[in-house]
């Protein structure tokens, strides 16, 4: 069972929709993280939250935007997006980014599909 | 410019038998290595560590090697079971700039024949 839940599992929506990611985790951690993983590539980090506040932003367009309203809790609101924009896009935490003997834990992601 | 290899991209072993996965990297930063598991629909799963202070570490049926001068490390996994069958990603970070940030290889299909 992951310690990680995003929600929901499943989304279509098309290029003129506003819709957002959930994720949640109740490990105490403090670095939270979002990740794009397109078939049969590994997982490409998009963004990561460091108590709360945005530490890094790997040139993401802005039609994704990333929100982390408390230590728990982090959303990825989506606008305007492009078909390219199909992807798996997973969730991750770890105690804190600058402890480097931590794993990062991953929920089972959120399958979407623009049409 | 990858600077986490995964060479092979599938990888078919007898159950019972030993799977041997093999991963290279490049930045000589990191200094923590990770092995995570996929099942399809599923986000990885962490499955064993090391750090570059050892050159083994083990847990049940897996144990990873690393070769610090070589910049290679493996994932053993004995005996093999059907239920291993998975894609495999090797992820390595270390503490600071290019290497602060988990970098992921490519991935390796493991098959695990009955």
């Known amino acids: 069972d992951t310690e990680v839940t995003q929600t929901p599992k499943h989304l279509v929506m098309g290029m003129t929709n506003k819709k957002s990611l959930k994720c949640e985790q109740h490990?105490?951690?403090?670095?939270m993280y979002w990740y794009k993983q397109k078939a049969k590539k590994p997982p490409e980090l998009m963004f990561v939250?460091?108590?709360?506040?945005?530490?890094i932003n790997e040139s993401v367009p802005s039609r994704f935007s990333p929100e982390c309203p408390n230590s728990s809790l982090l959303n990825l609101h989506l606008h305007a997006l492009q078909p390219e924009d199909s992807a798996l896009y997973l969730c991750?935490?770890?105690?804190?980014?600058?402890?480097?003997?931590?794993?990062?834990?991953f929920g089972d992601g959120t399958r979407l599909s623009i049409l | 410019d990858q600077q986490v290899k995964q060479n092979s991209p599938s990888l078919s072993v007898q159950e019972g038998r030993i799977s041997i996965l093999n991963c290279d990297y490049t930045?000589?930063?990191?200094?923590?290595f990770l092995w995570y598991k996929k099942y399809p629909a599923e986000g990885p799963t962490f499955l064993i560590s090391?750090?570059?202070?050892?050159d083994k570490n083990e847990d049940g049926r897996f144990t990873v090697f690393l070769n610090k001068s070589a910049k290679h490390l493996s994932l053993h996994i004995v005996p093999s079971q059907p239920g291993d069958s998975a894609v495999y990603f090797c992820?390595?970070?270390?503490?600071?700039?290019?290497?602060?940030?988990?970098?992921f290889g490519s991935g390796t299909q493991l098959t695990v024949l009955p």
């Open positions: 490990m105490g951690h403090r670095a």
């Open positions: 991750a935490s770890s105690q804190d980014i600058d402890r480097v003997n931590q794993p990062q834990h």
């Open positions: 930045n000589s930063m990191f200094d923590y």
């Open positions: 939250y460091s108590y709360e506040k945005l530490s």
């Open positions: 992820a390595a970070k270390g503490l600071a700039g290019s290497a602060r940030q988990l970098t």
């Open positions: 090391i750090s570059s202070i050892k």
